[in-house]
């Protein structure tokens, strides 16, 4: 598992895992896969907040990556 902390409006804390083969994400209430992550944060912030809170995101699972080896997979 790998987190940001401080995202999105409500600094919270997010986390990336992979579970059953796939990776997911955590926000508050949210656990879903990172392509769900990203449309739900695309219906609640605006372009520029969007686009960091989406990132941190994409930088947890980037990290989680490289930590189980799953580059390639």
Same mark, same amino acid.
């Given at each position: 598992?790998? /987190? !940001?902390?401080?995202?999105?409006?409500?600094? !919270?804390?997010?986390?990336?895992?992979?579970?059953?083969?796939?990776? !997911?994400?955590?926000?508050?209430?949210?656990?879903?896969?990172?392509?769900?992550f990203e /449309?739900?944060?695309?219906? /609640?912030? /605006?372009?520029?907040?969007?686009?960091?809170?989406?990132?941190?995101?994409?930088?947890?699972?980037a990290e989680?990556?490289?930590?189980?080896?799953?580059?390639?997979?």
């Open positions: 598992m790998t /987190s !940001r902390e401080n995202c999105g409006y409500s600094s !919270r804390t997010i986390f990336a895992a992979w579970v059953q083969g796939n990776f !997911r994400i955590a926000a508050g209430c949210f656990w879903n896969t990172l392509d769900e /449309s739900a944060v695309d219906e /609640s912030y /605006s372009c520029e907040a969007a686009e960091t809170y989406k990132q941190a995101a994409r930088d947890c699972v989680l990556t490289v930590k189980l080896n799953k580059a390639g997979e």
